[in-house]
């Protein structure tokens, strides 16, 4: 009986840990790019993660800095560790306090303070500084396994080998050095999985062009996680779990019985620590050969483009490369909020940015934006001056910004759930739907379609208008099943829910993947986005990026970008090249200027005011 | 043939504000076995780890051999030391951890193989070659350390305390094999301990250390027999240490009695200590003894039986083959040449100071 509950609570915990594990790994064989349906086994993901240059290029910076990383701390520690070993006690807790600090310190607070240090000194954020970042945060971990291995050692062996003959450096070598050994290469391991897991200080201390698998991976959070990532962190789980195998499975300490038979292996010991860290070089040493390989040449002619995440076909980058001579430095941001302050502290000198409606108008409002000109923009043709026209509501003169990719919000719904015509907003307040609807989780847009719903505009500052919302938006909780973002997708796919509100952009994948979903504008209007490109006032590279921007108006460029992305293009030239017809007239990608009646595109409100509706929000959710 | 190997030189040294050895002076001859001998503190030690170069004194000199090493690293001298705890590399298999010396210092593959098997039959240790050291036994790893101290060829060994951690019997054992070891290889051997009995079985010569002073020098009988000062008495062996009062030459007045003692030269009535050995103490029927007293404990201690005697307001020790029973009266008699006499030291400071010289 006790020994079932003991069982039981073993496997529990078991499955507590790795069953997030598994399902990454399961969902990473899943011929489906839905998360929640099964879509029958495959291995394509394994494949095409090899094949893929910005993946494998991530992969490497996080090998090489990891491992390079790895091997300087381990050094700087463990001469740091004898160094705190020699001292009076005193000073000894005073210096292991010193050093354990960081470890305990917040990472968010070590990457702001690392990055406000590298500006301060004029360093360029690259991979130099996320370099020096990761040896500064690995020293304490390295001196923390180290010290308790240097205690442990007997100082008079150290004074025998130098009574033997050995000067100092050399009975350091022979005999205090094997003796700490398991702990420096503990150390170094230790070192080198925090420098793969880490993001945070990652994303404060880099810049354009280098990324590391974590800053990859979150910078695809906005068109959600793609399957080949699945496959990688499969790859890197196995890997792991490898070297855990092999250095635990080798016998722990030679203990008295065991010694005669260990005697003939002794040479090769310590085989449990000497594996997994050969294997730790043989992998980063591959991935070095691999990137030596798809090294590309370098020309004085530069663009650094500063883009979201999986927002641009990256064969586009190699063909404007190979058109035009410029070396393009590419990076990626996850949201308008996180490139804003990268853009404002002028750190990086970016050439061409994406940022979305509201944030183009609160760039232009704070003078972070160049005029473009437009004598190197030709192809501004291409673009349907309906978007011209809406880009007017952030960028009044259309001076500033050319559209990229557009869209609206509206209601995606599931036919053999929903049987009557849906139209309006006010579906989502429907009683019949209770725990069926998906609201998105974010302020403005969930305010936008009670806003909408009342016929008041999406970017309403009247706080009667804004109460009248927010009382509504309280109304509905009861009914919604859940706040999310990215989730719409994956629970319409999988006929979790009957309604949700969702992005234009995603409505032609989710259809694919479920025929019965369907996509409507409602007839009180909506929001109509638009990301454009734009110009930082501190470009040092203006022409270029004015050349850039036109090569991306090219209709076939404008088109290969869209088959990649699948939001729709304001490229007019491009959709008439989509061979198609049922994309190319699809009323959910391309909406007539019928179905855009009524609708607005997000203005920046001041920041007055968007603390107000998200003080309004947070009464919503707290409610 | 015995010239003076190592001469120490007004050797001080402190840490911090503590003063482990003030202005110490030590002739070593060559082939002798020389004990330090004190109560943990007594700078016995740092003694040992200044000749081996692990510690530089704030002052004085160390002379090996006629030549300075004062500032010498250990590498460079002459010189080898066990170690405690052994200090064995644990890494190293027996075999690897006896060549380590011999490699340092670039001997032939050849010479170090006959070495090492050299030292491992002297030391009793064949066919440990491939064993680590964690397999052996406590007194096995002694002996390799030693096996690895000597292979080297010193002209000078260190032991410090190297028996301490072993137990009883394997440290008679022990001590036996180190004097047949010193004797075979003819080298000096400094050896420190704390406990008497080692170094009175081993030493030519034992030097009685306390607080940092040397506070006798000599051969083990002289040390035990002639103690110079009531704590080289009260340290070495087990006495009767009694206040008393030098009548004249040859008479010293214990507890109200008179007794007849050898020493001369002390003056007239002049406070002494007195030192009698408890085996020296011959228990006597009462109107036969110089002072009288009662049984008030009794043990047997195997080859003899351990009492006190309560006389005259001092509790005797008095180690006998024969047994008086407790509460039997009885008379003490000490033969004259087994009273020792010593200068009684002014104040607690002097107590420390050595008298030798």
Known sequence: MKKTARNIYLALILILMYAPIVTLMILSFNASKSRSKWGGFTLQWYSSLFRDDAIMSALYNTLVIAFLSAILATLIGTCASIGINSMKSRWRTVFMGVTNIPILNSDIVTGISLMLLFIACRFTLGFSTILMAHITFNIPYVILSVMPKLKQTNKSTYEAARDLGAGPFQAFMKVVFPDILPGVLSGFLMAFTMSLDDFIITHFTKGPGVDTLSTKIYSEVRKGIRPEMYALSTLLFLSVMVIMILVNSAPKEPDKKLSLELENEKKKLPLRQVIPAALVILVAGAGFL????????????????????????????????????????????????????????????????????YMIQRMRENDLLAKINWDNVPNIKNIDPTYMEQSRSFDPENEYSV?????????????????????????????KYRDSILMQDSVRDA???????????????????????????????????????????????????????????????????????????????????IDSWVIPSNAQNKENAEKFINFLCRPDIALMNFEYITYATPNKAARDLIEDDSIRNSRVLFPEAEDLKGSETFQFLGDEADSYYNELWNKVKSK | MNHTLVDLIDISKGFGDQIVLDKLNLSIRENEFLTLLGPSGCGKTTTLRILGGFETPDFG???????????????????????????LFSHMNIEENIAFGLKIAGKSNAYIKDKI???????????????????????????????????????????????????????????????????????????????????????????VMNQGYIQQMGSPEDIYNEPQNAFVADFIGESNIIEGTMLEDRLVKILGAKFPCVDEGFGRNRPVDVVIRPEDVDLVKPEEGTIQGVVSHLIFKGVHYEMEVQANGFEWLVHSTDMFPVGQKVGIHVDPFDIQIMHKPVSEDEEAIGVNE
Request: glycine letters at 6%; one cysteine or more; hydrophobic letters at 40%.
């Open chain 2, 117 to 207: 098997k050299y030292a491992l039959k002297l030391v009793n240790l064949e066919g440990f070659e491939n064993r680590l050291p964690d397999s052996l036994s406590g007194g096995q790893q002694q002996r390799v350390a030693i096996a690895r101290a000597i292979v080297n060829e010193p002209r000078l060994l260190l032991l410090d305390e190297p028996l301490g951690a072993l137990d009883l019997k394997l440290r008679q054992d022990m001590q036996y094999e180190l004097i047949r070891l010193k004797n075979e290889l003819g080298i000096t051997f400094i050896y420190v301990t704390h406990d008497q009995e080692e170094a009175l079985t081993m030493s030519d010569t034992i030097v």
């Open chain 1, 447 to 529: 305010f936008a379609v009670a806003l909408k719903r009342r016929g008041y505009s999406l970017n309403s500052v009247v706080v009667d208008e804004l109460i009248q919302a927010t009382d509504d938006l309280i109304a509905q909780k009861p009914l919604v099943q859940a706040y999310v973002v990215d989730q719409v997708r994956d629970k319409m796919i999988g006929n979790e829910a009957a309604l949700g509100v969702i992005y234009s952009g995603e409505a032609l994948y989710t259809q694919r993947e479920n025929p019965n979903l369907e996509y409507v504008i409602p007839k009180e209007g909506t929001n109509v986005w």
């Open chain 1, 403 to 431: 559209p990229y990719c557009v869209g609206t919000v509206g209601i995606l719904y599931n036919k053999t759930m929903v049987k009557e015509k849906v139209d309006s907003w006010d579906i989502l307040w429907d009683e």
């Open chain 2, 61 to 87: 000199q160390v002379i090996f051999d006629g030549e300075d090493i004062t500032n010498l690293p250990p590498n460079k001298r002459n010189l080898n030391t066990v170690f405690q705890k052994y200090a």
């Open chain 1, 290 to 357: 691999f990137h030596l390989g798809s090294k590309g040449s370098v020309s004085d002619e530069k663009l650094i483009v500063y883009n979201w995440g999986e927002y641009l076909d990256p064969e586009v980058i190699d063909i404007f490369e190979e058109e035009t001579g410029i070396t393009v430095t590419y990076e990626e941001y996850e949201t308008n909020e996180i490139m804003y302050p990268k853009i404002m502290s002028k750190a990086i000198a970016y050439d061409v940015v994406c940022p979305s409606d």
